[in-house]
């Protein structure tokens, strides 16, 4: 699994050969290293809720590269509004196919305007990421660690808007994935992370997974 950091929230994650985008936040992103006319070919883009920060450019990208997309059906339906057509409208505790991608669509605890806040399991065989979205820690995360297993977890960490540092600790030890990468800090002061507090969080859980702190444009092999 090759895993790119693009600043925030927006990831991408390929994964045997599929390219999966999601949160895609480039053009008005402060911590992006590319932008959204960067993205020539993606598979699936996904997004977690309608947020500016996550919506992003999301629907630019899908009607340039035509991939496909799920997304809880209210957004889904908006999307489609907005002329993208290959959305598959779902909701939480759902899975959507395509091909040999599975995106299973989990809870988030947050806001939006259209249908709720979501995070989501991508898995393809033995691999598998869980994006949390924008959300603070849950006790249902012990579920989503042991009924999907995900290998790597990102998990926000800037605070005010989601989870801090503190209950990140707190979703890792219930998800116990291999990896954790930390997002959604530093893209701005409101969200600021210090280093002390990161070396912390890789302390707290060093006997349940390895946190891989990533800079902006990064691309690291899990």
């Not at 050969?17 to 053009?27: A, Q, T, Y």
Request: contains cysteine.
């Amino acid at each position: 699994m090759r895993i790119t950091w693009y600043g925030h929230s927006c990831f991408l994650y390929q994964i045997a050969g599929k390219r999966i985008l999601v949160d895609p936040f480039l053009k008005d992103n402060p911590a992006a290293t590319i932008g959204p006319q960067d993205i020539r070919r993606v598979h699936v883009v996904l997004v977690t809720h309608d947020h500016f920060d996550h919506l992003g450019d999301a629907v630019e990208i899908m009607g340039k590269t035509g991939a496909s997309s799920a997304a809880v059906y209210e957004l889904a339906n908006w999307f489609e509004k907005e002329g993208v057509k290959s959305v598959v409208g779902a909701n939480v505790g759902g899975t959507v196919r395509f091909i040999d991608v599975r995106v299973s669509i989990v809870p988030a605890i947050h806001s939006c305007a259209n249908g709720v806040p979501v995070g989501y399991v991508i898995s393809m065989g033995d691999e598998s990421v869980y994006h949390a979205g924008d959300t603070s820690y849950f006790a249902e995360m012990e579920f989503i660690g042991r009924h999907y297993k995900p290998k790597v977890a990102c998990l926000p960490v800037g605070g005010h808007f989601t989870m801090d540092v503190d209950q990140a600790v707190e979703a890792a030890l219930s998800l116990k994935p291999r990896y954790l990468i930390p997002m959604h800090y530093n893209t701005w002061d409101l969200i600021k992370v210090e280093d002390k507090d990161l070396q912390r969080l890789v302390k707290s859980v060093e006997n349940t997974c390895q946190v891989r702190v990533m800079k902006p444009g990064q691309t690291i092999e899990l």
